[in-house]
């Protein structure tokens, strides 16, 4: 269901009931699973569109569009609307704000709102209305009682989105009688904020990948304890020494075309890791600092990379891995403070090992038989659904409001068309 004008819980009950209830009901899916709700955005073309089942105009921003009568009740109105675009009081959508949910076990995703969106003068209270109405919907709805209750909410890290995050789910403590409690308590250091419903934050794995791969990248690059900056120009110099790799190869790591380009990010981390492992044999003074340096690097980002990278890891590893980086990071940033790393990248990423923790603590609680899957936290499962949005207009890849919520409905009825990561990873 489109979102014309401002964001409806009625579009969201309505979405809810059509396209998560139906499709479980129809495939006799009755367990009951924990809940990532996920939210980004998607690009649009700049257009406005019209919708019969309301004579309304969609595709303008819903943040705006209250300014005006999207109905086309009298051609005046229409005239009317045209004015307040060219005025710049309403604005078309450049992006459609997508909330959708994943189930933990489980494959599917799930979109529940669309909304148009400009992105000009967005507010952290606009991410905070979000929230609160989809987890409003989610309760009003019975889906806590049909599919499961909401355990986290997954973001990039955009920056209104993150303030309304920790604001929405840092609000209270874990109270000693939650089920959960026994397990996370005994956890030195653990955050045990949450919000409502014992809901938690989370920033999606991979672009906290990135984020760390662009701070290598820069020229003040990261500080260590010894003092050490690890820089483009440090790493460039070891880099080079490892087997495969020559000056054009490591140019293309360290200076890449496409700074979102996951896997050259990932290739980069693990390239570090290499480094630290390797046998310098005799060294001077200054190298001996250097590599004592890349080695501690190395193994702060072995302890969060290979929990998402390595398939042989069990999931006992994996959490003790996440638990070793938010313990190492925790201390280079008592010592060198933002020389490490920027407060929104530490706090993410703390934020991103702490949720881990807790859903493996709510999976346990609610069905310790059933498999938890670590790949399943973030919001991995909405950009490979806006990854068949663009598949689905084939030759043309854009589209607009009304092409995208038509898409959008595909998707869903294609849901087992696509394979998951769980079935590139775990299926024989």
């Known amino acids: 269901m489109p979102t014309i004008g401002m964001i409806s819980i009625f579009d969201i009950l309505h979405n809810i009931q059509e396209v998560i209830f139906k499709p479980r009901d129809s495939a006799g899916r009755t367990k009951?699973?924990?809940?990532?709700?996920?939210?980004?955005?998607?690009?649009?073309?700049?257009?406005?569109?019209?919708?019969?089942?309301?004579?309304?105009?969609?595709?303008?921003?819903?943040?705006?569009?209250?300014?005006?009568?999207?109905?086309?009740?009298?051609?005046?109105?229409?005239?009317?609307?045209?004015?307040?675009?060219?005025?710049?009081?309403?604005?078309?959508?450049?992006?459609?704000?997508?909330?959708?949910?994943?189930?933990?076990?489980?494959?599917?995703?799930?979109?529940?709102?669309?909304?148009?969106?400009?992105?000009?003068?967005?507010?952290?209270?606009?991410?905070?209305?979000?929230?609160?109405?989809?987890?409003?919907?989610?309760?009003?709805?019975?889906?806590?009682?049909?599919?499961?209750?909401?355990?986290?909410?997954?973001t990039d890290g955009d920056m209104m989105r993150r303030v309304a995050g920790y604001r929405a789910f840092l609000a209270q403590k874990l109270q000693p009688t939650s089920p959960i409690y026994g397990t996370l308590a005994s956890m030195a250091g653990l955050n045990l904020y949450t919000g409502h419903n014992e809901v938690t934050l989370d920033f999606d794995f991979k672009h906290i990948f990135k984020r760390i791969c662009t701070l290598l990248?820069?020229?003040?690059?990261?500080?260590?304890?010894?003092?050490?900056?690890?820089?483009?120009?440090?790493?460039a110099r070891y880099l080079i020494q490892l087997p495969n790799q020559n000056t054009e190869s490591v140019h293309a790591l360290l200076f890449p075309h496409d700074s979102q380009h996951v896997p050259c990010a990932v290739e980069l981390l693990l390239s570090v890791i290499m480094v630290g492992k390797r046998d310098y044999g005799s060294m001077d003074a200054d190298t001996c600092a250097d590599v004592d340096s890349l080695r501690l690097l190395a193994s702060v980002i072995k302890s969060i990379l290979e929990p998402f990278t390595n398939t042989t890891m069990s999931l006992t590893d994996q959490i003790t891995s996440l638990a070793t980086f938010s313990h190492l990071s925790f201390?280079?940033?008592?010592?060198?403070?933002?020389?490490?790393?920027?407060?929104?990248?530490?706090?993410?990423?703390?934020?991103?090992?702490?949720?881990?923790?807790?859903?493996?603590?709510?999976?346990?609680?609610?069905?310790?038989?059933?498999?938890?899957?670590?790949?399943?936290?973030?919001?991995?499962?909405?950009?490979?659904?806006?990854?068949?949005?663009?598949?689905?207009?084939?030759?043309?890849?854009?589209?607009?409001?009304?092409?995208?919520?038509?898409?959008?409905?595909?998707?869903?009825?294609?849901?087992?068309?696509?394979?998951?990561?769980?079935?590139?990873w775990f299926e024989p």
């Open 32 to 154: 009951l699973r924990g809940v990532n709700l996920m939210i980004d955005e998607v690009a649009l073309e700049e257009r406005a569109v019209h919708f019969r089942h309301t004579n309304s105009v969609g595709g303008l921003c819903w943040r705006h569009s209250p300014l005006v009568d999207l109905v086309l009740r009298t051609y005046e109105s229409a005239l009317a609307l045209v004015k307040k675009i060219q005025s710049g009081h309403v604005h078309f959508a450049k992006e459609m704000t997508v909330v959708a949910a994943s189930l933990f076990g489980e494959s599917g995703t799930y979109p529940i709102l669309a909304l148009p969106t400009c992105k000009v003068d967005m507010t952290a209270d606009d991410s905070s209305t979000i929230y609160q109405v989809v987890l409003e919907a989610w309760e009003r709805s019975g889906a806590v009682q049909k599919v499961g209750q909401v355990w986290s909410w997954s």
């Open 217 to 235: 990248r820069s020229p003040a690059g990261i500080v260590l304890n010894n003092g050490r900056v690890i820089n483009p120009t440090m790493l």
């Open 331 to 424: 201390t280079l940033f008592r010592c060198s403070r933002l020389q490490y790393m920027s407060n929104q990248l530490y706090g993410d990423s703390q934020t991103m090992v702490k949720n881990a923790l807790f859903c493996l603590a709510k999976q346990q609680a609610l069905d310790p038989t059933q498999p938890f899957y670590l790949f399943q936290v973030g919001d991995d499962p909405l950009e490979c659904l806006f990854g068949k949005l663009r598949m689905l207009g084939g030759h043309n890849s854009a589209m607009n409001y009304a092409q995208a919520i038509d898409r959008l409905g595909h998707a869903c009825d294609l849901q087992g068309a696509f394979p998951t990561v769980a079935a590139f």
